[in-house]
């Protein structure tokens, strides 16, 4: 319930609160430090996470090995004892290379998304990290739950439902984001439910399930636990919070924003997602190409000389707050955001 201590197996969380994973460089461990020193758990994104390091342009994957280990070292400075660990994307070249890195520094966590997660079991093999698929729908909570069964003779430790209202890539077809409404997309959330339901039974383990997407006040707080939800995923509200590590000028383009400014994409390798509408964004939409000026290999089907702009180049600009150049990604209700607060108070709100 709500406003009590959450336990992912040896893991306790003083609130049912997960921030939410945003890359490129949105929730580092200014972010991540602050949600896990109130209680919660705090999310470093590894999606291009090196993108500062000197030498990013010449070995990117290098500059993101080494700093996995910078953001999570100075999270852990800032969390008072509190609950830390990655969002790793199954998208991401050297995946595997990534979430072992992640096991090894010691993360409490991993979750992964942009793709089934089917190796991750493997490749944390004797480690204590945590570990969680993300998942959308009913299908997709079977497939990986049977999968991990089956293999690996395991089940998650806890698992994340993202809705069709998250921001960013989203694990839906553009038809499916038509079809669940939100009574439609409860009904495939219960149906989620009833899988992890027999798979805690066969396994006679608890999997906590946290819900996300749209989780933008307390009123859809209240409805997630009300749904049988665990615990809560929130990504957008953290944005506009002092200790986020966005520029200023990305948090206020969240401020600023209408509801008629939040549009869905397409992104450079074919997946649906949410973002601002900005003059970026027209330019893609009046079939102007913005030709990427170096690949830096961050997902594994993209093909550098057909995608319309470089997604990690779009997101860095986000990231540094050049906005008008700039993939801003952000959930559905953003709009309802009208200033910055503390994540003390966002919690606070969120959990009453």
Known sequence: MKGMSLKIGDLTLRKPIFQGGMGVGISLSRLAGAVAAEGGAG?????????????????????????MGKELKKARELARGGVVGFNIMVAMNHYGEYVKEAARLGADFIVSGAGLPVDLPALVKGFSVKIAPIVSTEKSARVILRYWAKKFNCIPDFLVIEGPKAG?????????????????????????????????????KKIPVILGGGISGREQADRAFALGADGVQVASRFVTTEECDADPAYKRAYVEAREEDIVLVKS????????????????????????????????????PSEIPYCITEALIHAAKGEVEEALMFCGADTYKIHGIETVKSVIKELLN
């Open 168 to 204: 960013g890539h989203l694990g839906f077809t553009k038809e499916q984001l038509q079809e669940f409404g939100p009574d439609a997309y409860e009904e495939e959330v219960e149906k989620i439910l009833g899988q992890v339901r027999a798979y805690e039974a066969r396994f006679e």
């Open 268 to 303: 450079p390798v074919g997946m649906p997602g949410r973002a601002i509408h900005n003059s970026f964004l027209e330019r893609v939409e009046r079939g102007e190409r913005v030709a990427p000026q170096k690949c830096r290999g961050c997902l594994r089907k993209c093909k």
């Open 43 to 67: 999310t470093i994104s590894a999606a291009q996470i090196g993108f500062m390091e000197e030498d990013f342009d010449e070995n990117p994957r290098k500059a993101n090995l080494r700093a």
